[in-house]
């Protein structure tokens, strides 16, 4: 061996000690910082240790390791409305100058009126009627373009900032560490899955085809010039709240989830769903118990009733009697957004 | 440095040495052995290649390496009667024994009978009806048992093979090669969803999640111990065929592919719709031109009528005309199958 290849072994044995050493580093490192030591983040851990221990009774093959997590209200905040239902009733302005004859007709006279305290007295019937107006009837291609705009604009009452900024840090971090341990990352919404897919991979880390959300039809047509285009029917193909998550869960993915994430009663049934398969399951639930740093809701633990994302005290005591555990915003989180 | 550490260090590059030539014998080696040289072949490698050299023109993102393929024709056998439509026709036996009431009702009276030609002639709504009941009215769990059983036992009457050992190596070939490019690959498919998804993973190393196909709606709802099931219902949400697949790729993927793959006038859309984006895009048709290792069937050029996987000529001339590559069993594929 000449002293060059001398040189040589001895840099790579250095690299390789480095490598080593960095990768003790980064295994003892904390996967989530923004949590507080708690039963919540125990639970996190242990499930990732328990499914991704080659040779251990709870070891879940890659293929199969499916995690979902609701989005509003779990995965960023909720109140005090929807950002979906924030940008179908901004959008009502556009609609009525592309068809004026809906000024005088309702729910949209009413929605393009400012005032805000009629428009959030809107019965559901008339919510659906703009949100059908506002989410179809384009194509595929200007309603992700007109998503998008809004999203760079329009900014949330409290924060003044991106809807797409008030995602939750801690639960940034659940994605992160189960995607750093094979999990695949799913979204599963009672939101339109088109709407979510628009920001998903940038704000979560989740593409497109890994956004199930209520689903509606598209029809395949042809503009003038004989391209072929997708337009957003007004016709459900699966509301995705309630028992209709397992539904589109099995619809999208085809496998039982080993662990899920949700904050309401909506999201009983996909927790229910992903309890009931065998070994290791992970359930959890965030409630909103933090009036100072985001808000608090419940109705459960007396927190208040809401018409946006309730977490019941059935489903709380339901928690309680299976074994899903409930994030505390205000003691398991130790910081709540990135901005914080 | 002792002997030891030269040792280990000398060991340490005889092994990369081995595993640079390693290396490169792999990147000469052939990614499609099964292939005859020609435009087929030719029209695969360099789109590969173009859209995965970082910095060149057509460089396409991994995140968006989407190829899609039609599963009947085109990655397994179709002919005499797609595998889909035999199950069903077995399982009629089945079905009668559990509903004596339809052992006098048609069509299921002559699906019984045995009689092979008067089955042939039962006209599609009739098909339709048994589709129907063999393949909704009962758990995910007890439909997917049902099907693997099948698959186990039931052989193609010409080759006396089972039916997942009827898919085209050269076509394997092509997903692998995708794959291993950072292709995600999904069939694409007239056929049930749930159906294929039972064989896809074993099959083409195709998880359920990428399975796209024909859908039903599913109901969530409880057994008698309060264990939850989905049971499948006999409500169509897509057929998965013509415009069926754009859609289909939508609701499933919300991504457009950049290659894909089919084999009748059914795979038209797809192929129009992957062929309408930008950059380097891949359509490929396979024919039936081979009556010796497979069968000969179109009706394009003249290879005679089929009611089963119909390459018709106006699609011939519209491959012709926009480029989408024919692959002709007869002169692209040395070896058909893995068991040649």
């Known amino acids: 061996m000449n002293s060059a290849a001398h040189f040589t072994a001895r840099a790579k044995l250095s690299l390789a000690a480095l490598l080593l050493l960095a990768g003790q580093a980064l295994a003892q490192s904390d996967p989530l910082p923004s949590w507080n030591d708690g039963a919540a983040k125990k639970a996190i851990v242990e499930f990732v240790q328990a499914t991704t221990t080659q040779g251990g009774a709870k070891f879940v093959p890659p293929a199969e390791r499916i995690a979902t997590f609701d989005q509003d209200g779990t995965l960023w905040v909720e109140h005090p409305m929807y950002s979906q239902v924030m940008y179908s009733l901004e959008r009502v302005p556009a609609l009525v100058k592309a068809k004026p004859e809906l000024a005088n007709v309702e729910p949209f006279k009413t929605a393009m009126s400012g005032n805000r305290e009629a428009i959030a007295k809107l019965p559901f019937t008339d919510l659906e009627k703009i949100l059908a107006a506002t989410l179809t009837g384009m194509s595929v291609d200007t309603f992700n373009a007109e998503v998008r705009k809004w999203l760079d604009t329009a900014k949330d009452p409290r924060w003044k900032r991106p809807y797409t900024e008030l995602t939750y840090l801690p639960m940034q971090e659940v994605l992160k560490y189960l995607r750093d341990n094979g999990y695949k990352t799913y979204i599963v919404t009672g939101g339109g899955q088109d709407f979510v897919r628009v ?17 509606g039809g598209t029809k395949y047509g042809y503009d003038k010039s004989g391209k072929p285009f997708l337009t957003k029917e007004p016709k459900l193909l699966l509301n995705d709240d309630n ?98």
Chains 1, 2 share one sequence.
């Not at 920001?199 to 689903?215: D, S």
């Open 199 to 215: 920001y998903a991979e940038k704000t979560y880390g989740i593409p497109p085809e890994q956004v199930v959300g209520t689903m």
């Open 243 to 340: 028992a209709g998550k397992p539904e589109g869960i099995h619809l999208m993915i085809g496998r039982r989830p080993y662990a899920a994430f949700g904050n309401t009663a909506g999201d009983r049934q996909m927790l229910e769903y992903t309890g009931t398969g065998d070994g290791a399951r992970l359930m959890m639930l965030v409630l909103h118990d933090d009036s100072t740093r985001e808000y608090a809701y419940g109705p459960a633990q007396g927190l208040g009733d809401t018409k946006v994302g309730a977490f019941t005290q059935a489903l709380y005591d339901e928690a309680k009697k299976k074994g899903w555990t409930v994030i505390s915003m205000k003691n398991d989180w130790k910081r709540i957004f990135a901005f914080d």
